[in-house]
């Protein structure tokens, strides 16, 4: 098995394409023929090497696919639209807020995903995700609140 593995996928993947055709032959026992067991097992070896190639080819196409949705680089907080000391002040305070925020304010924000979508990736209810975005929006303003410079003094 070792073998025929070999030729077909890199060394690295050696042993788990010999492993899985065993453990396919281990489940498939009986039917398995005792005369030409090794064209069996080849034949089984086979099938996990195109198995696995598929899957790889379905991972590639995915990533790709993934990389054509995301957004681009450009955003509103460029030029004279935002201060570069309230850049800094606003990146502080994203920064003390816990991940879980962090994450929601990241996928409602610069990858605009609607609130059905943000349940999705996170595996929540559309209305944990209203929740959940309402409340991180709030603890960022009261952090941004509290990195701002001239904070608590009156004008």
């Given at each position: 098995m070792r073998s025929y593995a070999s030729v077909c996928v890199p060394n690295a993947e050696v042993d788990d394409i010999v492993a899985d055709?065993?453990?396919v032959a281990w489940r498939?026992?009986?039917?398995?023929p005792v005369d030409w067991a090794r064209g069996w097992l080849i034949g089984v070896a086979r099938n996990v090497v195109?198995?696995?190639?598929?899957k790889l080819r379905r991972a590639t196409n995915f990533l790709e696919q993934l990389i054509d949705l995301r957004p681009s680089c450009t955003t509103m907080l460029a030029g004279d639209q935002m201060p570069l000391e309230d850049l800094d002040v606003l990146k502080a305070a994203f920064a003390r807020l816990s991940g879980a925020d962090q994450e929601i304010l990241l996928l409602a924000g610069p990858y605009e995903l609607p609130p059905q979508e943000i349940a999705i990736a996170l595996g929540l209810k559309a209305n944990a995700v209203g929740v959940r975005l309402h409340?991180?929006?709030?603890?960022?303003?009261a952090a941004r609140?509290?990195?701002?410079?001239d904070h608590g003094q009156a004008e």
């Open positions: 055709t065993f453990v498939r026992f009986a039917d398995l195109r198995s696995r190639h598929r409340r991180a929006r709030a603890r960022l303003r609140e509290a990195e701002t410079p």
